[in-house]
């Protein structure tokens, strides 16, 4: 799933009609795209409504109403009184048809009733407006972006939890705040939730060191995740490493999450001391790790946040080499993460000051 432009009109700042391309110079969908301009010239409002749009057609729980993002109120989404457009054209892999297709044929064998079968183009032009999305080729066109709640579904009788998404479209988004969609905030730093990460870290650990021992085989469905995400955070943070969970005990307080310890080549450090740029990068990396992420579009608002030159280097890079036929679309006002993209192959959308 990708998408090459989007166009919006009376939405926010851009009252007049305004299309935004995502393509090169042979009308093929850029690997990555960048937005840059100045403060309050539209760059995070872009970002919103293509996640508006694709969230609302992806996800069965997402309401736009409540769009998690500093600064975004849904009231204040339309301009004035005329009516709000936002529309996008969505291109869809063979490979990623098929699959929906085959998850809605297994579903109706298994009795799950569906309203439509999704359909089989290879583009569609979906709109968002009161708060629903609509297909231009019609209602089985829009099912072809159910493909995410079919796997969710499918899950629920098959080992293979992992592999069920891997030819299945969706969209992933990161505020300038690095809100995570699918897992704990790590950045506000408060205990109970440091405690959620620390325990989900200590079984991935505890995983993966009795496979390492022989004392576990991974079974069919299984993945070593402590593995697959140290070595995404390693791509980003070379020459670092995941040292592993501690148990902590002190028998005058009630039992705690095991601290998790890193190691930076010189000195360990618990999750807690992590630097303000790996906080940003971590719930990114968890979340590839986790749900093995391909044929999806992938947004991060403020992409340099808290990590200099040539860390924001090597983070682009870096997300290029993981996961398959994914879109990335960024936002960044660094002249080091701006030097990466070919300006010549529309690979940077600029926005003018107004």
């Known amino acids: 799933m990708k998408i090459k432009h989007i166009t919006l009109q009376n939405y926010k700042r851009f009252v007049q009609a305004k299309t935004f391309s995502f393509t090169d110079s042979d009308e093929i969908v850029n690997e990555k795209t960048l937005i840059v301009g100045n403060n309050g010239t539209g760059k995070s409002s872009i970002l919103q409504a293509i996640v508006i749009l694709l969230a609302s057609a992806i996800r069965d729980h997402f309401n736009p109403n409540k769009l998690d993002w500093p600064g975004f109120e849904y009231r204040h989404l339309q301009t004035g009184i005329l009516p709000l457009k936002i529309e996008a054209e969505i291109l869809f892999l063979d490979e990623e048809i098929k699959t929906t297709q085959e998850y809605a044929r297994q579903l109706k064998h298994k009795g799950v009733k569906l309203d439509r079968q999704p359909a089989s183009h290879k583009s569609v032009t979906i709109s968002f407006d009161d708060n629903q999305v609509f297909a231009k080729e019609g209602r089985e066109a829009y099912y072809q972006f159910r493909g995410y709640q079919y796997a969710k579904t499918l899950a629920r009788f098959t080992s293979q939890k992992n592999k069920i998404f891997e030819n299945i479209g969706n969209i992933y988004w990161y505020t300038e705040q690095r809100n995570s969609n699918n897992i704990t905030n790590l950045l506000e730093s408060q205990i109970n ?11 991935a650990y505890n995983y993966h060191t009795a496979v390492k021992d022989g004392r576990r085989k991974i079974q069919e469905g ?24 501690t148990p902590r005990f002190d028998i005058y307080e009630k039992a705690q999450a095991p601290d998790f310890f890193m190691d930076d080549g010189q000195n360990q450090y618990e999750l807690s001391g992590m630097s303000a740029g790996e906080r940003a990068v971590f719930p990114i990396l968890m979340d590839f790790a986790r749900w093995n992420i391909n044929n999806a579009i992938i947004i991060i608002d403020e992409l340099e946040l808290h990590l200099h030159p040539p860390l924001q280097q090597t983070l682009v890079r870096a997300l290029s080499q993981i996961g398959r036929n994914n879109q990335f679309i960024f936002t960044s006002h660094s002249n080091s993460v701006i030097s990466m993209f070919d300006e010549t192959e529309n690979q940077i959308i600029r926005l003018p000051n107004e």
């Open 222 to 245: 299984e993945f070593d995740f402590y593995q697959e995400l140290e070595s995404l955070y390693q791509k980003v943070f070379p020459g670092r490493s995941f040292v592993g969970s």
């Open 193 to 203: 939730q440091l405690d959620d990460i620390r325990n989900f870290l200590a079984s």
